[in-house]
T-cell receptor, first 113, second 113 residues
């Protein structure tokens, strides 16, 4: 069964702390996406990781991809309240010519002052 | 402004009454997709389309239909809605080939009584 798992599902952290969200997937894929969703809002793209070893950074967020381990991480550095949101990872399914996308269940992050 | 527009944003209907949720994008994207979001399940892909007249099933296509007669539009049709289709629906679009990010609409909250 094709699965995308995230860990943890819920995360409460203090401002200024560091933490990592993990995304494991069960299919062969070298395309992984991270999205952010604020409560009651739509999804916003954060990162697209297109190859093994890819690392992307934007502000306090850094994402990486290890296709051999089928693992992506989203690292949060010195968290601030504005990062409170739900974060989703998603993968394209391979091998296939179709762009079928599987999302993880999401990690709900609360950053507490 | 680049955007994906869904209508309506909110809809309450009764079992068996056919409905259509429209989706339109102004970015000339080839790829369009429909997702439903349910608590604890993340986003699940319903249908997607690689281009005009090319559509395929996602993970949860049962009870839904789509069409892609024009590049900009990708309506989602529920021929006979049932209560288990009560959900938050998102339309998304992107380019293909370079595996660009998906742009999401604002969402449609559907309640089927």
């Amino acid at each position: 069964e094709l699965k995308v798992e995230q860990n943890p599902l819920f995360l409460s952290m203090q401002e200024g702390k560091n933490y990592t969200i993990y995304c494991n997937y069960s299919t062969t894929s070298d395309r992984l996406y991270w999205y952010r969703q604020d409560p009651g809002k739509s999804l916003e793209s954060l990162f697209v990781l297109l190859s093994n070893g890819a690392v992307k950074q934007e502000g306090r967020l850094m994402a990486s991809l290890d296709t051999k381990a089928r693992l992506s991480t989203l690292h949060i550095t010195a968290a601030v309240h504005d990062l409170s949101a739900t974060y989703f990872c998603a993968v394209d399914i391979e091998p296939t010519s179709y762009d079928k996308v599987i999302f993880g269940p999401g990690t709900s992050l609360s950053v507490i002052p | 402004e680049a955007q994906v527009t869904q209508n309506p944003r909110y809809l309450i209907t009764v079992t068996g009454k056919k409905l259509t949720v429209t989706c339109s994008q102004n970015m000339n994207h080839e790829y369009m997709s429909w997702y439903r979001q349910d608590p604890g399940l993340g986003l699940r892909q319903i249908y997607y389309s690689m281009n005009v007249e090319v559509t395929d099933k996602g993970d949860v296509p049962e009870g839904y239909k789509v069409s892609r007669k024009e590049k900009r539009n990708f309506p989602l049709i529920l021929e006979s809605p049932s209560p288990n289709q009560t959900s938050l629906y998102f339309c998304a679009s992107s380019r293909v080939g370079t595996k660009n990010i998906q742009y999401f609409g604002a969402g449609t909250r559907l309640s089927v009584l």
